[in-house]
């Protein structure tokens, strides 16, 4: 039997209309190279959380992270811990030593600060620092702020091949003729690794990979392992996923959104606050019109039906 044309017509066009109102596809979500950029991180404008707007960018597949110090490649993100692993070329490892204050180190914008920060197992060794370097201000007795963290430090790193042909000074908890070729910190200690501000011409940074357990630096994991956190947007995001809407922010005034497909909510998909009243009218609209069609579609059906008897 052939369906008259009105009934075809409300098939087409309102069905569809009903579905649309109940899911929402996840613009944020995306990759760049091997890498899943999803929320609190996002390379789209209006995605993810606004602490980390203008933060990720995928350039040719590669995943660069950019802040206040410089641009760092990101080697991986850790969303079940998170953290996330960058890589500065300029940075020190047991292979190589780069001096001549090329390394980016690790400095954040004040606003940001609150969302990013080195672990605390990371550690960052800082090389060849003058004794006027801020660093040695203010400890009584030249005793050195240098120490281990997470069991990391320049005694080992003393160790690698790059030092060979350096023959670094190493001195004990006080310095004499001069501070140590290489200080070990925590990034608490100073709150901001910048080169030329604490005097040191090079950097290296390795992180803990507890409770793998490795035999000398040699196998240190380097590079800057970095927390992120939502400061508590992570329950409205995940309420706003649960409803089928993507994690998002206002572009201007930097407000979590639910971005729920043609419009945006301040909670869930599920809820009309937060929208535009044009936005809540349109949603509305959509639905009644199309379980009015459902009504006039059954009812066609069964005047067909019927004129067929």
Not at 29 to 56: E, K, M, W
Not at 227 to 238: A, K, T
């Amino acid at each position: 039997m052939t369906l008259p044309l009105p009934i075809l017509f409300l098939s087409l066009h309102l069905l569809p209309l009903l579905a649309h109102t109940s899911n929402h596809t996840n613009p944020c979500r995306s990759f760049c190279g091997n890498l899943t950029i999803d929320y609190p991180f996002a390379v789209q404008p209006g995605c993810g959380h606004p602490g980390f707007r203008d933060l990720l960018f995928c350039i040719n597949d590669v995943a660069m992270l950019h802040i206040t110090s410089g641009s760092y490649r990101v080697l991986d993100i850790d969303y079940a811990y998170g953290s996330l692993v960058l890589h500065d070329p300029h940075m020190s490892t047991c292979d190589s030593i780069v001096l001549g204050r090329r390394g980016n180190g690790f400095a954040v914008e004040p606003w940001r600060a609150p969302h990013l920060s080195p672990s605390p197992d990371n550690v960052f060794m800082l090389l060849g620092c003058s004794s006027e370097s801020p660093l040695f201000q203010g400890f009584p007795g030249k005793h050195m702020p240098c120490r281990n963290v997470s069991g990391l430090g320049c005694d080992e790193y003393y160790n690698c091949p790059a030092w060979d042909i350096i023959s670094p000074r190493r001195d004990g908890p006080v310095y004499g003729s001069g501070p140590p070729d290489c200080c070990s910190i925590p990034y608490e200690s100073v709150k901001s690794v910048n080169l030329s501000r604490l005097d040191c011409q090079g950097y290296s940074s390795a992180y803990s990979v507890a409770p793998l357990k490795v035999s000398g630096p040699g196998q240190w994991a380097y590079g800057i392992q970095v927390r992120y956190s939502v400061q508590g947007s992570e329950v409205l995001c995940r309420a706003c996923e649960a409803t089928g809407g993507s994690c998002g922010y206002d572009v201007d005034k930097h407000i979590d959104l639910c971005m729920c497909g043609s419009w945006n909510s301040t909670s869930t998909c599920d809820s009309d606050a937060g929208q535009s009243d044009g936005a809540a009218f349109r949603r509305k609209w959509s639905l009644w019109v199309g379980i009015a069609g459902l009504f006039i579609s059954n009812y066609l059906v069964e005047s067909q039906l019927i004129s067929m008897k």
